[in-house]
């Protein structure tokens, strides 16, 4: 386990959630895989083509965009693994995970994603609920948001950032992923994972989508939803760390084989 402050708090280490990771037999087929949804931005479409590559790229068997608008944009731009549904077409019925919030989303799709009560969801930027109490606690939901983002719908973050985090995770009922050089994860039962990498590589367009689509990704597969936020967040500063200078953000998703690799590896 990772060096706790006190009993609840960790550092993020992968020896916290290694044995969690997705580890698909052999015999897997890609819907054993996992399969994740992602609500589109309606304008920048950029952002939903990250999250939408990470959360492929570090396993889900299948991504399909739900695309309110521009689908044929994105049919022409993402990558062709990826499937694009239009305007109306539902939800796949078997997703396993929703992703919605990266460069913003729809109004009827961040209703459909606050509402959804049957599967795990991430929920960013855009599509970040502006009261806690709109999402439905039932349901294992990670949010995250950046400082900014945080301040504005969840109030002021004072000069206890763990409290806060952990505060909103309790009312959101949500695992509650607190962005910047040091990244918490706090979960509403009050242990909290405490990510200190602090890389000023990682302050660039675009990481923060890549990051959500990782974490999604992860749940997809089955993964804890606490430990999915975690050890995405990682990987996410592994792959900073190994990149260095001149990094962008889909630079991360390339450098995912590697790092998923030694994220198992419990010699390393
Ligand atoms: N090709 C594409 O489609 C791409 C799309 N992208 C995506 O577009 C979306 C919208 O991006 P966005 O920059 O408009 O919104 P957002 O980041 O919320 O900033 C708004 C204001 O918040 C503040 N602020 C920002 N960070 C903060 C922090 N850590 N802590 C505290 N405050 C912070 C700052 O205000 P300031 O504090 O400077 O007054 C800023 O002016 C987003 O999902 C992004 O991923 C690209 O970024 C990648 C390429
Ligand atoms: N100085 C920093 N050190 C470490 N990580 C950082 C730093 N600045 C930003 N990050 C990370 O980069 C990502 C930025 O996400 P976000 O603010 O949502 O940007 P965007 O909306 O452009 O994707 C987050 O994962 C955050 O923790």
Redo the contacts with the bound molecule.
């Keep these: 386990m990772g060096v706790s402050d006190d009993c609840s708090t960790f550092q993020n280490l992968p020896n916290l959630w290694r044995t969690s990771l997705p580890n698909p037999d052999s015999s897997s087929h890609k819907y054993q895989r996992g399969y994740c949804v992602v609500f589109a931005?309606p304008?920048?479409?950029?952002?939903?083509?990250?999250a939408a590559t990470a959360a492929l790229r570090i396993g889900a068997g299948l991504v399909t965009v739900q695309a309110a608008q521009r689908g044929d944009i994105y049919r022409m731009t993402l990558p062709p693994e990826i499937m694009v549904q239009d305007d109306g077409e539902p939800v796949p019925d078997k997703a396993t995970v929703l992703l919605g919030?990266?460069?913003?989303i729809s109004p009827h799709h961040k209703r459909d994603l606050l509402r959804r009560s049957d599967l795990p969801r991430v929920i960013?930027?855009?599509a970040l609920p502006d009261r806690p109490a709109l999402l439905n606690g039932t349901v294992k939901t990670v949010l995250t948001p950046?400082?900014?983002?945080f301040?504005?719908l969840f109030g002021p973050i004072g000069d206890d950032r763990r409290q806060a985090a952990l505060q909103t995770a309790q009312r959101a009922q949500s695992i509650v992923v607190l962005?910047?050089p040091v990244t918490l994860i706090a979960h509403p039962d009050g242990r909290l994972i405490v990510n200190d990498r602090p890389d000023a590589n990682l302050?660039t367009?675009?990481?923060?989508?890549v990051l959500a689509g990782m974490i999604a990704g992860l749940i997809a597969q089955g993964m804890d939803v606490f430990y999915a936020a975690a050890a995405a967040v990682w990987m996410h500063s592994e792959a900073a760390r190994r990149i260095g200078h001149g990094l962008i953000?889909s630079d991360i998703i390339k450098a995912l084989p590697n790092v998923l690799k030694t994220a198992a590896d419990p010699d390393s």
Excluded: N, V
């Design positions: 931005a304008a920048l479409t950029g952002a939903t083509r990250m919030g990266p460069g913003g960013d930027s855009g950046h400082e900014g983002e301040e504005t962005k910047g302050a367009a675009g990481t923060g989508d953000a």
